[in-house]
């Protein structure tokens, strides 16, 4: 499934060019960049901020934003809930100011390849 997201993801993203990454199931776009993992751990149920995000094409996706702190000062990150394989995606806030939905509504209709099978409660 990763290897279909990757071939679905915008050349752009948030103003930032796609670049090449040297590790399987990435992407990533600007510098600093915008990164995409494909196939890390889904995250089980959670009392973490869950959000669902809805593209232009319809497509839903549900994501748990990681509790402050524990990620690097100055960016967001943000994980697929309910898909198996889960994606993570981290966005400076360079991108994404106070507000990092407008990335992933863009990146809504490659991860939504992956079918749902939990979502945000």
Known sequence: MCAEV??????ELS?????????????????PPITLR?????PGPTT???ISVTGADDASVDWVMAPLGSTEEDTWQFTTYGR???IEVTVPV??????????LV????A???????????
């Open 6 to 11: 990757l071939r679905a993801l915008p050349e």
């Open 15 to 31: 103003g930032a060019d796609r670049r090449s990454t040297n590790s399987q199931a990435t992407a990533a776009w600007g510098d």
């Open 38 to 42: 494909c196939g890390v751990a889904p």
């Open 48 to 50: 973490d901020r869950c």
């Open 84 to 86: 198996v394989p889960a």
């Open 94 to 103: 360079d991108y994404a100011g106070d507000d990092a939905t407008t990335t």
């Open 106 to 109: 863009d990146l809504g209709a």
């Open 111 to 121: 991860v939504s390849l992956i079918d749902a099978e939990r979502a945000c409660v």
